[in-house]
């Protein structure tokens, strides 16, 4: 069997380092750093892969039943109390903006300040994030310890920030196969200084591009990286040709802290995607206890791919899910909360996952008439030990006594319990001696009225 990708942690978190301090948000110069950070980061990584390429829709452009929104680009803010210390300043941490603040110049008492300040009294010494993508207002955020320190007098505060025209950009590298057929890896890019929830994602779909780029694929790897809920609804209102194509859609996001995997199914629960997930859980590629979720209208960006007019199959891969833990959406999400470690085992586990639908297909046995004789071809001699002998051997009759063109090989994997790795490694092995065909579409077996199969001992059609 091939031997399992590695991914190296230490590259995973620096990149997440590098990404960290820049102020991303729906549009603006955050997203455009990010953006090219990731397409030099890509060309180190992978040389000769095509570029990460920026796309952009202009302000007030009709994406279904949405519009692009104004640009955002915020340069200076913060609060200047009677003692003269400047605080909550955007310089400092991004998270102490509001994002969509609007621009602001004035004087006046903390009573009157208090209504545009926001803290977590629970968790006193994190910033919450907070936004306003949609209504005009302006807002700080710093720690409740902070706030509540605050001496009483005159305030005055400062934002220096354009909200106007522009554009909503996302960046998207496609990395061709021998087939037209796609997977969609998703990863949104508008949380500014959020590890887990935000730089995680886009580390471990990077890292998988890059990956990916250095073989040979049956299918397409669309990598696209974009602002969350308008981004996916711009990119799906300006690609309707390209996502017809899309087969499988994966959606990544907060999958480098210690929890354990979670995976969320697709819209119909029963996509070839949540089949592999459920099958990877069961077989031990996800660790200690991963889980299976249901879908719900609510969460990341496949909503929207599972959305009835568009009915892409998209599952979401974490590992805390997204309100979970109490650093979420907090300043607590930092660089220290997520690990090498972690993101390394979330690479391999997405890396395992699009290896098995890239080498997934159905099969036809060509000896079907009972089982064909596997010593003679030295199939019962693979190499390993007398386990392993046996596990394979099981394997191969499995495949063999399943592959009537109707069965994929993770059908199968499914039902025989057996790694999806071992099923592939024996199908080869099977294909080389001549026993199996690879079916282009599944079939249904069909039978004569005797009940003897309509194929010959050769895979050849019976008149």
């Not at 700080?140 to 400062?158: A, H, K, M, N, Q």
Request: proline share 7%; glycine share 10%.
């Amino acid at each position: 069997m091939t031997a399992p990708v590695r991914f190296d942690g230490g590259t995973l978190h620096a990149l997440c380092t590098r990404l960290y301090p820049l102020p991303r948000s729906l549009t603006g110069p955050g997203v455009d750093a990010t953006l090219e950070l990731l397409r030099e980061h890509l060309a180190e990584r992978a040389p000769g892969a095509p570029a990460l390429e920026r796309h952009a829709l202009s302000s007030g452009t009709q994406i279904f039943d949405w519009r692009v929104p104004e640009q955002w680009t915020p340069r200076s803010a913060w609060i200047r109390g009677p003692d003269g210390i400047k605080r909550a300043d955007f310089a400092a941490h991004s998270l102490h903006l509001v994002g969509y603040s609007e621009p602001v110049h004035a004087r006046m008492s903390l009573e009157a300040l208090q209504p545009h300040l926001h803290s977590l009294p629970d968790r006193p010494d994190w910033i919450p994030y907070r936004t306003s993508y949609y209504q005009r207002t302006w807002g700080f955020c710093l720690t409740d310890r902070e706030r509540r320190s605050l001496p009483p007098g005159e305030y005055e505060v400062f934002i220096d920030a354009d909200l106007g025209p522009g554009e909503l950009a996302w960046g998207e590298i496609l990395l061709p196969g021998e087939t037209d057929s796609e997977i969609l890896l998703w990863a949104h890019l508008c949380h500014p200084s959020l590890a887990n929830d935000n730089l995680s994602g886009l580390s471990v779909a990077t890292a998988v591009a890059a990956q990916w780029a250095g073989s040979r694929h049956r299918h397409t790897l669309r990598v696209v990286f974009a602002p969350a809920t308008v981004g996916a609804i711009a990119w799906l209102a300006s690609n309707g040709r390209a996502r017809t194509n899309i087969a499988h859609a994966l959606v990544l996001s907060n999958l480098g802290d210690a929890g354990g995997f979670h995976y969320k199914r697709s819209r119909d629960g029963d996509a070839e995607l949540d089949r592999l997930f459920e099958h990877l859980f069961a077989s031990g590629a996800g660790g200690e206890a991963p889980a299976l979720e249901p879908f719900t209208p609510y969460g990341y960006d496949e909503r929207q791919f599972n959305s009835p007019g568009i009915r892409i199959p998209a599952g979401c891969l974490t590992r805390t899910p997204h309100g979970r833990y109490p650093q979420y959406h907090t300043s607590g999400d930092d660089l220290s909360f997520i690990s090498p470690g972690a993101l390394a085992d979330a690479c391999e586990l997405v890396w395992h996952a699009l290896s098995a639908l890239d080498g997934n297909r159905h099969y036809v046995n060509l000896a079907p008439f009972g089982e064909p004789q596997l010593g003679r071809r030295g199939l019962y001699d693979s190499l390993g030990g007398e386990n392993e002998r046996r596990e394979n051997q099981l394997a191969m009759l499995w495949v063999l006594n399943q592959s009537d063109g109707s069965h994929s090989l993770l059908d199968i994997a499914r039902r025989a319990e057996v790694p999806f790795e071992r099923m592939r490694a024996v199908a080869d092995s099977l294909l080389d001696a001549g026993l199996l065909q690879e079916e282009s579409a599944p079939r249904r077996p069909t039978t004569t009225s005797s009940g003897a199969p309509t194929t010959g001992c050769d895979g050849s059609e019976v008149s």
